[in-house]
């Protein structure tokens, strides 16, 4: 604390009073202090105001006041820490039970976080404690305050009471006041007629739509609705990481999930069987997005995944998904044949279904024929004909072909190849001329010719039509914000590469900021392994063929596998050790 900023208990900041402490810490020049004389009673908080001066940091040149810099000089003048309010990391039910939404408005304090012992408080106003004593006294905790950006306090005020408001308006319809075991397995009973509430509800609807914009505001890859014995838990993925962000009483858990359902046009009585649909929606900058829906019945009701895709992601660059360089010349190599089968493989969620996409809008000229069949369609794209696997009506990826080369095709793109009849009528596709593009699950590259010839496919054929096969997984990315490069002692370094390369002396480590949630990394971006067959390579597919002698020759051939082509954007600073050895197989090479 250094007392910088001289004004009396109970005052709220105003902008020259704050400016008056920047000039004294050697923060803020003379002149600009002049300019800023009689700027009080502004609409506007004070930091907010300051904040979008951009003045010159004079202690820091080339820097200016932002936000950033205004709440660390005031945190460290008041001896009151500074905190980015996640609210991944609010537990959002339970800070807006400790204070009301009028308090916390009138005050303008937002409860961050709360245990047996203590209530964190986050306020813009440090000289301001009068409210501290009546709050304590209240929810019979120590009150520890920090400081925080007031436009966060305001938005999150409003959405967080919002949130609980309807969560709370909805718990009521049901008159159930307690989360009584009303829906879990051992007692599926309607007991005394209290049931979920109506999907309609406007509670509900209000629920629904704050988890679709909170799931597009945080990048979420899915939203989880996992029915629990007394609550739901509502889960997103980011970045490829699970972070639970509520719990739902179990009957307004419920009702969501049949609140989706009804979006997604599937039928909400039903509720024994999986049920799968899709919903078309807008984010909150207006661009369109498509959520594809999938339901599960378990043991304490139905359980709710949505998967978010994003139309953007079509007009993606290689280059932007990760594949560059040789690997990058090597598949558009494969993909500019013309004809044959071209794989991509790898787990789910590991961005084949992107890769396959970008491939195709590339391909999609006005001069060629495109046709998919798909389980489901993922994404709806106006330049192809797409179609989807109907299992109800004997329509699988085998009829699906056999129907689509006779729509004069140029490319076909085949879901997924799950069985010898599927893959016997890619290859009759290829050896007719057509370019198939398809997905298998295997490890690796080399492994996928040896489960295509094990489902029963001859050599002969494989040599005469398989073009290529690219593998693929998905890695986080540092964050180019906070990410910083230091000499390290680098632990897995020799079993990510085996001797192929050397340690490196400093590589690029993550910190944490505000901008990836203290998590030091921001999106993700694939690593690939591509796999061309030339004459070396298809003199090793023979009957009974190994898949280690299909690698060597691969490797042979400029294959870089998959681990490799990890360390690679190691060195490059793009990711971690530990990032590529979560994901990609163990090989030898």
């Known amino acids: 604390?250094?007392?910088?900023?001289?004004?009396?208990?109970?005052?709220?900041?105003?902008?020259?009073?704050?400016?008056?402490?920047?000039?004294?810490?050697?923060?803020?020049?003379?002149?600009?202090?002049?300019?800023?004389?009689?700027?009080?009673?502004?609409?506007?908080?004070?930091?907010?105001?300051?904040?979008?001066?951009?003045?010159?940091?004079?202690?820091?040149?080339?820097?200016?006041?932002?936000?950033?810099?205004?709440?660390?000089?005031?945190?460290?003048?008041?001896?009151?820490?500074?905190?980015?309010?996640?609210?991944?990391?609010?537990?959002?039910?339970?800070?807006?039970?400790?204070?009301?939404?009028?308090?916390?408005?009138?005050?303008?304090?937002?409860a961050v976080a709360v245990d047996a012992d203590e209530l964190v408080v986050a306020s813009a106003e440090p000289f301001v404690q009068a409210w501290e004593r009546d709050l304590e006294h209240v929810v019979r905790r120590s009150i520890r305050r920090v400081l925080a950006d007031p436009r966060e306090i305001h938005r999150l005020t409003a959405e967080f009471y919002s949130m609980a408001g309807s969560v709370r308006g909805a718990r009521g319809i049901t008159g159930l006041e307690s989360d009584g075991d009303v829906t879990n397995l051992e007692a599926m009973l309607d007991i005394g007629g209290k049931g979920e509430p109506d999907a309609n509800d406007q509670h509900i609807v209000s629920v629904v739509d704050w988890l679709l914009q909170y799931a597009f505001e945080q990048r979420a890859s899915d939203i989880h609705i996992?029915?629990?014995?007394?609550?739901?838990?509502?889960?997103?993925?980011?970045?490829?990481?699970?972070?639970?962000?509520?719990?739902?009483?179990?009957?307004?858990?419920?009702?969501?999930?049949?609140?989706?359902?009804?979006?997604?046009?599937?039928?909400?009585?039903?509720?024994?069987?999986?049920?799968?649909?899709?919903?078309?929606?807008?984010?909150?900058d207006r661009s369109e997005v498509e959520l594809r829906l999938s339901t599960l019945p378990t043991a304490f009701g139905e359980k709710l995944v949505m998967r978010i895709f994003d139309p953007d992601v079509l007009l993606k660059s290689f280059s932007a998904l990760g594949l560059c360089d040789s690997d990058?010349?090597?598949?558009?190599?494969?993909?500019?044949?013309?004809?044959?089968?071209?794989?991509?493989?790898?787990?789910?969620?590991?961005?084949?279904?992107?890769?396959?996409?970008?491939?195709?809008?590339?391909?999609?000229?006005?001069?060629?024929?495109?046709c998919t069949i798909e389980d489901p369609i993922e994404m709806v794209e106006p330049t192809f004909n797409q179609m989807q696997v109907n299992h109800q009506i004997d329509l699988d990826?085998?009829?699906?072909?056999?129907?689509?080369?006779?729509?004069?095709?140029?490319?076909?793109?085949?879901?997924?190849?799950?069985?010898?009849?599927?893959?016997?009528?890619?290859?009759?596709?290829?050896?007719?001329?057509?370019?198939?593009?398809?997905?298998?699950?295997?490890?690796?590259?080399?492994?996928?010719?040896?489960?295509?010839?094990?489902?029963?496919?001859?050599?002969?054929?494989?040599?005469?039509?398989?073009?290529?096969?690219?593998?693929?997984?998905?890695?986080?990315?540092?964050?180019?914000?906070?990410?910083?490069?230091?000499?390290?002692e680098i632990e897995g370094w020799k079993e990510l590469v085996a001797d192929a390369l050397p340690a490196p002396e400093r590589l690029f480590r993550p910190t944490g900021c505000k901008r990836c949630r203290d998590t030091g990394y921001f999106g993700r971006e694939g690593i690939y392994e591509v796999l061309v067959s030339d004459d070396e390579l298809q003199s090793r597919i023979t009957e009974g063929h190994s898949t280690a002698e299909i690698r060597h020759a691969a490797i042979k051939g400029g294959m870089v596998p998959l681990r490799l082509a990890g360390a690679q954007k190691v060195l490059r600073g793009e990711t971690t050790v530990e990032e590529v050895l979560r994901v990609a197989p163990a090989v030898e090479f």
């Open 226 to 284: 996992e029915p629990r014995r007394a609550v739901s838990n509502v889960r997103l993925r980011i970045d490829g990481v699970l972070h639970k962000v509520y719990e739902l009483p179990a009957a307004v858990g419920a009702a969501v999930t049949s609140r989706f359902k009804i979006l997604a046009r599937l039928d909400v009585a039903e509720k024994r069987r999986p049920q799968d649909g899709r919903i078309k929606t807008r984010t909150p």
């Open 328 to 370: 990058l010349a090597r598949w558009e190599h494969m993909i500019s044949t013309g004809t044959g089968i071209v794989l991509v493989t790898g787990p789910t969620g590991s961005g084949k279904t992107t890769t396959l996409y970008s491939t195709l809008r590339r391909l999609a000229v006005p001069e060629v024929n495109v």
């Open 1 to 110: 604390m250094t007392g910088f900023i001289t004004l009396p208990p109970e005052s709220k900041l105003d902008v020259f009073s704050l400016a008056e402490g920047l000039t004294r810490a050697g923060r803020l020049s003379a002149k600009h202090l002049a300019h800023l004389r009689g700027r009080v009673g502004l609409a506007l908080h004070p930091l907010v105001w300051l904040a979008e001066q951009k003045l010159p940091d004079v202690a820091n040149p080339g820097q200016v006041l932002d936000m950033d810099a205004l709440l660390e000089f005031v945190g460290e003048d008041t001896g009151q820490e500074v905190v980015e309010i996640d609210p991944l990391k609010v537990d959002v039910a339970a800070v807006s039970e400790v204070m009301s939404e009028a308090f916390a408005k009138r005050h303008q304090i937002l």
């Open 397 to 488: 990826f085998a009829s699906g072909v056999r129907a689509l080369m006779r729509q004069d095709p140029d490319i076909i793109m085949v879901g997924e190849i799950r069985d010898l009849e599927t893959a016997h009528m890619a290859v009759q596709a290829a050896l007719t001329g057509h370019l198939v593009l398809t997905t298998l699950h295997t490890n690796d590259s080399p492994g996928a010719i040896s489960r295509l010839n094990e489902l029963g496919v001859p050599a002969f054929l494989l040599r005469a039509t398989v073009r290529g096969v690219m593998s693929q997984r998905l890695v986080r990315k540092l964050c180019a914000h906070c990410k910083q490069e230091q000499p390290v």
